[in-house]
């Protein structure tokens, strides 16, 4: 004769296990929401201190000593270069440097590159030993005005979400670009 299989109990576990991994994805989208939602905040209040910015150098201030707080980085640094003159500021002060080492920077750069790495990119100076993870983003400008990078760098290494880190990552740059032209041309 035949024996009767109850389907139950399989498409019971198999209804458990459905409802599991539906938790997870949105336990996985809600920490997204709130992780997103705090770096467009912490991009916010870096875009309205740089925009409060009294001078060229306060700017540069405001971008390598309050932005590192601002958006929860360990360092943050700028290179520009016009012609045969290249400078690179961080929290230790404002350097001379070959302008040939921030153009070939940026010539990898396509708006912004963000990895995680075993050692910080040389703009960062001292600092380069400590990066693990670094956001490299063009300042494209025209002339007379510098071209650089905007580089910002953890200690932690960090798995990035580079869609939406890098529309935000841009945006910052841009603004940075903007409030610096407007200290640079009279």
Do not use: K
Request: with cysteine; proline share 4%.
């Amino acid at each position: 004769m035949g024996r009767v299989i109850s389907f139950e109990d399989r498409a019971l576990a198999n209804l458990r296990a459905r409802v599991a991994a539906a938790e997870e994805a949105n336990q996985d989208l809600i920490a997204f929401a709130r992780g997103h939602s705090g770096a467009v905040a912490s991009i916010h209040e870096a875009v309205l201190a740089a925009i409060e910015a009294e001078g060229l150098d306060h700017l540069i201030h405001i971008v390598t000593q309050e932005w590192p707080q601002i958006l929860g980085l360990d360092a943050v640094a700028v290179a520009l270069w016009a012609g045969e003159t290249g400078v690179r500021a961080d929290a230790s002060g404002l350097q001379f440097v070959n302008p040939r080492l921030i153009e070939r920077s940026v010539a990898e750069l396509d708006g912004v590159l963000l990895r995680g790495v075993e050692r910080g990119h040389p703009l960062f100076g001292p600092a380069c030993e400590l990066i693990r993870a670094e956001a490299l983003i063009r300042l494209a400008s025209e002339p007379p005005l510098p071209n650089g990078v905007l580089a910002l760098g953890q200690r932690g290494a960090q798995h990035f979400d580079t869609r939406h880190g890098s529309e935000l990552l841009i945006f910052l740059g841009r603004v940075l670009t903007r409030c610096m032209g407007r200290w640079l041309i009279p």
